[in-house]
């Protein structure tokens, strides 16, 4: 079955500086990736989505990469700010939500 | 819309007890889906409900775990009887239609059994 692979675990990057996040994934038919940013003591929430007819997809500072070969996609942050505290979740699935594959979640520490 | 409602927010309970959580989804989603998230296992899918019937109930851990979908405004989760392992934030999320698309999660409801 699919599995999802998220790199690195914890991560903190100085305010003002970009950070990057990494999912592998092994189920080639996958064609949906979205990403979730979870506050402490909150909720998931949808930051953005990437479907597999797209190499790249941008909001504001935040965007997703895809590389379909690689079965790799990434979360670039720019100019960060404390608000972007969280735990940040990838996932895929080839056919709908209730098939999303989860990864395990990376923690973004803002320093300032 | 209010969002993704869940009962209670908070639930602390003896071994052996019975745990009844609750959901009401977003008005007009008709994918419904209950989560389980630990440090160690992460956010995990128990059973998604499609039209308020159950499709995929795979991830139930076991038959002390049951849910139910009585009509398009209303789910629950019981856990009976409860053990100090089921300890643990349950989410529940709302979509609108079977494919892809934006999970609404709940505040989720945070279990603790003693």
């Known amino acids: 079955g699919e599995n999802v692979e998220q790199h690195p675990s914890t991560l903190s990057v100085q305010e003002g500086d970009s950070a990057v996040i990494k999912c592998t994934y092994s189920?080639?038919?996958?064609?949906?990736f979205p990403w979730y940013k979870q506050e402490l003591g909150k909720r998931p929430q949808l930051i953005i989505d990437?479907?597999?007819n797209v190499g790249e997809k941008k909001d504001q500072r935040i965007a997703v990469t895809l590389n379909k070969t690689a079965k790799h996609f990434s979360l670039h942050i720019t100019e960060t700010q404390p608000e972007d505290s969280a735990v940040y979740f990838c996932a895929a699935s080839s056919g709908g939500n209730y098939q999303l594959i989860w990864g395990a979640g990376t923690k973004l520490i803002i320093k300032p | 819309d209010a969002g993704v409602i869940q009962s209670p927010r908070h639930e602390v309970t003896e071994m052996g007890q019975e745990v009844t959580l609750r959901c009401k989804p977003i008005?007009?989603?008709?994918?419904l889906f209950w989560y389980r998230q630990t440090m160690m296992r992460g956010l995990e899918l128990l059973i998604y409900?499609?039209?308020?019937?159950?499709?995929?109930d795979s991830g139930m851990p076991e038959d002390r775990f049951s849910a139910k979908m009585p009509n398009a405004s209303f789910s629950t989760l019981k856990i009976q009887p409860s053990e100090p392992r089921d300890s643990a934030v349950y989410f529940c999320?709302?979509?609108?239609?079977?494919?892809?698309?934006?999970?609404?999660f709940g505040e989720g409801s945070r279990l603790t059994v003693l």
């Open positions: 008005s007009g989603h008709n994918s």
């Open positions: 409900f499609n039209n308020n019937v159950p499709i995929d």
């Open positions: 189920d080639s038919a996958s064609n949906y």
């Open positions: 990437i479907r597999s």
């Open positions: 999320a709302s979509s609108f239609g079977y494919s892809t698309g934006e999970l609404f």
